[in-house]
């Protein structure tokens, strides 16, 4: 469960990092016209929600699979 939280948080801060270093940045034509509407934040927002997503679905496994391995150990016995 350790691992998971530490990879969470490296990847807040990656986005974190991103995201000034995105306003920092000059724009290129596509990222012009997305950042002139904000629609850049909802691509960004999108894609945490997506990664996020995944990264609860991979920690419910993890704890099923615990969950299962746990009542096979006990079953050998």
Do not use: H, P
């Not at 997305?34 to 999108?46: C, E, N, P, R, S």
């Amino acid at each position: 469960m350790k691992k998971y939280l530490f990879s969470f948080l490296l990847m807040i801060i990656f986005l974190t990092n991103s995201l000034t270093s995105l306003q920092a940045q000059q724009y290129n034509a596509a990222e012009q016209v997305l950042a002139q509407d904000g629609k850049i934040y909802v691509v960004v927002a999108v894609l945490g929600t997506i990664l996020l997503g995944f990264l609860g679905y991979v920690v419910f496994l993890d704890k099923k699979i615990t969950k299962i391995e746990e009542q096979i150990k006990k079953e050998g016995k």
